[in-house]
T-cell receptor, first 118, second 109 residues
Framework: SAVISQKPSRDICQRGTSLTIQCQVD?????MFWYRQQPGQSLTLIATANQGSEATYESGFVIDKFPISRPNLTFSTLTVSNMSPEDSSIYLC???????????????FGAGSRLTVL | GQNIDQPTEMTATEGAIVQINCTYQTSGFNGLFWYQQHAGEAPTFLSYNVLDGLEEKGRFSSFLSRSKGYSYLLLKELQMKDSASYLCAVKDSNYQLIWGAGTKLIIKP
């Protein structure tokens, strides 16, 4: 399965600033996704990063707040814009296309970026 | 709405067996996944069930009953390294993954 490198692993940010998280996959993948994970809560899908076109955002997430780039099949970025303390969370990059022995489409995740907004 | 329920936290003893339950209500069903996530690390794939029954993979097994909207992950011969969160996720009729909040498993010597 693919190996995903994600950076930064953690950061402390000031209110009103923006931070870009990078996600690098070691092989070409069709599907890349960005998730948010708050302590004790589910993984929440922010958007699907589409290569060569605009990302597809889930309900409650908008491009102005979370702009995403996907310039090729191995790389994507997520920017958290105009941050507030409510944006403090772990942000996870994932890639689809791997398959289990039973043929299931399996997601591979990056280690996550833990953001704290003061 | 769509919902995945699993216990928040469980404690078990090294060498013992533990069963982590997951119940779901989703619009359609196209498979159920279990992922393991150690603190500060990426979730990693453990198992997949799409048909009723038990799937065994070494010390870990996963069971599914679609009629009951129920799954469990069974961990045998527990080791300290099994201390982690275990995430249940269901793929709905639109092939969207719906995630549970995860069960934190604490293993005691």
């Amino acid at each position: 399965s693919a190996v995903i490198s994600q950076k930064p692993s953690r950061d402390i940010c000031q209110r009103g600033t923006s931070l870009t998280i990078q996600c690098q996959v070691d092989s070409q993948v069709t599907m890349m996704f960005w998730y948010r994970q708050q302590p004790g809560q589910s993984l929440t899908l922010i958007a699907t990063a589409n290569q060569g076109s605009e990302a597809t955002y889930e309900s409650g997430f908008v491009i102005d707040k979370f702009p995403i780039s996907r310039p090729n099949l191995t790389f994507s970025t997520l920017t958290v814009s105009n941050m507030s303390p409510e944006d403090s969370s772990i942000y996870l990059c994932s890639a689809g296309g791997g398959h289990s022995s039973s043929g299931a489409n399996v997601l591979t995740f990056g280690a996550g970026s833990r953001l704290t907004v003061l | 709405g769509q919902n995945i329920d699993q216990p928040t936290e469980m404690t078990a003893t090294e060498g013992a067996i533990v069963q982590i339950n997951c119940t779901y209500q989703t619009s359609g069903f196209n498979g159920l996944f279990w992922y393991q996530q150690h603190a500060g690390e990426a979730p990693t794939f453990l198992s997949y069930n799409v048909l009723d029954g038990l799937e065994e993979k070494g010390r870990f097994s996963s069971f599914l009953s679609r009629s009951k909207g129920y799954s469990y992950l069974l961990l045998k011969e527990l080791q300290m390294k099994d201390s982690a969160s275990y995430l249940c996720a269901v793929k709905d009729s639109n092939y969207q993954l719906i995630w549970g909040a995860g069960t934190k498993l604490i293993i005691k010597p």
